[in-house]
């Protein structure tokens, strides 16, 4: 972690660091350094500084009046090529002269010489983004207080310094006092209320000038203090007794526009924590603002989302250094068995095999420290990055034990992409060896004695046997509704080829083992099955030889109860969805269908379908179908599904064009329309709002149904 913690200009530890645009941090000295100042005719192209030149009266052409270095739309960031660059890495112009102007008209020459005037610009260490400065300078830029507590910390925890009996002392002391308001600037006065919402400790007068009951704090609660316990980032007793010195008072961090108010507030539209003076008078006005704990904690849980997949893969290159040395020891040992033995092959040729046996071992020992340069390559870019990932672990880890939410939001953003960044370079591959430690070299000793000139290794011929056992990638394995997925892949090293896959899963209630996919893909989904049932599974692999062991066996759970909507992969081409595929319509005249992504195979299961919009009186039908239906008519003229058409009067039931059933009672707009499928006692009844229609007793309906529609383009459901 300590490489976090160091500035990159000076290689010594944060002082005063600062927050650079580009999400990078500098030392505050560092920081003034490599500042320069930046004639703003250095950033014109050179044609247009003779025309600054000549005065005010010269017409340049228009497009060069638009290349002004600031504007309101830029980003802040700007870019140049240097002429130096200083030893740490960071680039620096050299100092250019004031340029001399000489003008007839003197109210000219005022303006040129204003245009012409230096901007200040700083360029980061490590990606090397110019960033120009403002009028406050380098107090434009926020101050990483998280950063520089973390270094304080660190450098006392290295020093050993023991303060325990201190901070028990202060601790008991801050529990023997009442809770304090947090943004009196002085002697604190004695909370009267606590915001539920903003975590924060107001007096009366506080909370009159800090928080009033309008505005965006209108729905805010506001609850006396005794009643809450303190969250841990307004808490006044220390959680960090090596953060923390004793007898001193935190310190809450103020606006940077308003130096009286402190953070309150968090602005979505800026990604910055703003106060309430922001909100009333500031840019963040008309912004979407929540509450400064609510996005503390959000965010402190997305770093720690993040940082759960790192540690993972922190975990696997650990393993994956260990694999790799063992590695290196089984190449020392196969190598030199292969050398021992190629001599004694040799030895025992006549003396004019003798020549190419310098050859070979020549050959043998190319391959050795080929494989030895590849494996060491691979522990030494391993190692880097798995150092690289702790040390990033480890200052996460410190950031989230801080109790500065606004610090914290400062940071979070850029902390969470580097983690992300971080999970995302061990990419696939990079934690199998690249190498075997096996030498894929035999010698052959019978050729005649004329062939001797042609002696040379050849590709060990292993015998063909049965693939080894797949190997299950549980992470890639999981449910959704009554779907499972499961995906596997060979063990490395494997010499023996692989034809294909066969899949097996049992019935769901502890039956027999069936055959559910055979080819040679490595995933596979599995839809149709029961729902609220454990399913056992496995796989195992196949070649000309024979059939290979099976796999270890891997459990799934389907989900409880269906959650679905309608299928845009196979709806007709004319059915428009909406609102994230829970809204069907049609844009044809005709009648078309559209499926749901749910497949049941057994059970009770009711849905509602809800009419939003019923023009000129059309007959939508509502069911069941087979996944192969034709969905260029309405649903229930074919053998593949089983439904209920309806009109604004009457409802009849309908399978193979066969309608059966009348009912009285039609939809509207507003109408509900519920469908309960019972494949016990295979059964369909319709509900048309809250009235039944049926049951419809059906025949010959085995194997898996999916929830379907039919319409045109006068209804919406």
Request: charged share 20%.
């Amino acid at each position: 972690m300590e490489e976090e913690l160091k500035c990159p200009v000076c290689g010594s530890f944060f002082r005063e660091p600062l927050i650079l645009p580009c999400s990078h941090n500098v030392c505050l000295p560092c920081a003034r350094t490599i500042v320069v100042q930046t004639p703003e005719s250095e950033h014109l192209p050179h044609a247009a500084r003779p025309m600054l030149l000549m005065g005010g009266d010269y017409d340049y052409p228009d497009h060069l009046d638009k290349m002004s270095l600031h504007s309101e739309a830029d980003s802040g960031y700007g870019s140049y090529t240097p002429s130096l660059k200083s030893p740490n890495g960071v680039r620096v112009l050299p100092p250019a002269p004031a340029p001399s102007l000489a003008t007839s008209s003197g109210a000219a020459s005022r303006a040129i010489h204003g245009s012409l005037c230096s901007s200040s610009s700083i360029t980061c260490p490590q990606c090397h983004r110019s960033a120009s400065l403002d009028e406050r300078g380098l107090r434009g830029f926020q101050r990483n207080r998280l950063l520089e507590t973390i270094v304080q910390r660190y450098q006392q925890e290295r020093s050993g310094a023991s303060c325990s009996d201190a901070n028990s002392v202060g601790e008991a002391a801050h529990r023997s006092e009442n809770a304090r308001c947090q943004l009196c600037d002085t002697n604190p006065a004695e909370a009267a209320v606590m915001c539920e919402q903003c975590d924060v400790l107001y007096c009366s007068s506080c909370q009159k000038k800090c928080h009033p009951t309008r505005g965006p704090f209108a729905k805010h609660r506001l609850v006396p203090p005794t009643q809450l316990a303190l969250p841990g980032p307004y808490n006044h007793k220390p959680t960090s007794t090596a953060l923390v010195p004793p007898n001193t008072a935190r310190k809450f961090p103020t606006c940077v526009d308003h130096e009286l108010e402190n953070y309150s507030m968090y602005c979505l539209n800026c990604r910055t924590p703003v106060c309430y003076q922001c909100l009333q008078e500031g840019k963040h006005a008309k912004h979407e603002i929540k509450a400064l704990g609510i996005m503390w904690k959000q965010h402190k849980a997305q770093l720690s989302q993040a940082l759960s997949g790192v540690s993972d893969k922190a975990k696997e290159a650990k393993e994956f250094l260990v694999q790799l040395k063992h590695i290196l020891q089984q190449i020392q040992e196969n190598g030199l068995e292969y050398e021992a033995c190629l001599v004694a092959q040799c030895d025992a040729l006549v003396d004019a095999l003798n020549r190419q046996k310098a050859k070979l071992l020549t050959k043998v020992t190319k391959e050795r420290e080929h494989k030895f340069k590849v494996v060491w390559d691979q522990i030494n870019h391993c190692t880097l990055k798995l150092r690289q990932s702790t040390g990033l672990m480890e200052y996460c880890l410190e950031v989230i034990k801080e109790n500065d939410p606004s610090g914290f939001l400062q940071i979070s953003d850029a902390l969470i992409k580097r983690v992300q960044g971080s999970q995302e370079q061990w990419v696939k591959g990079a934690l199998e060896p690249k190498v075997s430690p096996e030498f894929d070299l035999t010698l052959d000793s019978d050729p005649l004695l004329q062939a001797i000139h042609q002696l040379d290794f050849i590709q060990m011929k292993f015998p063909v046997t049965v693939p080894p056992v797949p190997l299950l990638q549980l992470e890639k394995c999981c449910t959704r509704n009554n779907s499972v997925t499961l995906a596997w892949r060979m063990p490395p090293f494997t010499h023996n080829p692989v034809e294909g896959y066969i899949l097996e899963l049992d019935d769901g209630d502890g039956g027999p083992f069936r055959e559910v996919y055979v080819g040679k893909e490595t995933l596979c989904t599995i839809d149709g099955l029961h729902f609220n049932s454990t399913y056992n599974a496995r796989v195992k692999a196949f070649n000309s030889t024979g059939l290979g062991p099976y796999s270890k066996t891997v459990v799934l759970q389907t989900s409880d109860v269906a959650f679905f909507t309608f299928d845009s992969n196979s709806a007709h081409r004319d059915i428009i969805l909406s609102n994230d595929n829970m809204t069907a319509t049609c844009s044809s005249y005709d009648d078309r269908v559209v499926l749901g992504t749910a497949a049941f195979s057994k059970g009770v299961h009711y849905w509602e379908v809800q009419v939003d919009r019923y023009d000129n009186h059309p007959d939508p039908a509502f069911g069941v179908a087979r996944i192969n239906v034709v969905k260029d008519m309405m649903l229930g003229k074919d053998d593949k599904a089983w439904a209920m058409y309806v009109d604004n009067n009457r409802s009849w039931f309908m399978h193979l064009n066969s309608h059966t059933n009348r009912s009285e009672g039609g939809v509207s707009k507003g109408t509900t329309v519920g469908i309960l499928l019972d494949l016990c006692k295979r059964i369909l009844i319709f509900h048309v709002n809250g009235k039944q229609q049926g049951p419809v007793a059906f025949e010959n309906m085995e194997g898996v149904f999916m929830p379907a529609i039919s319409l045109n383009r006068n209804v919406q459901v």
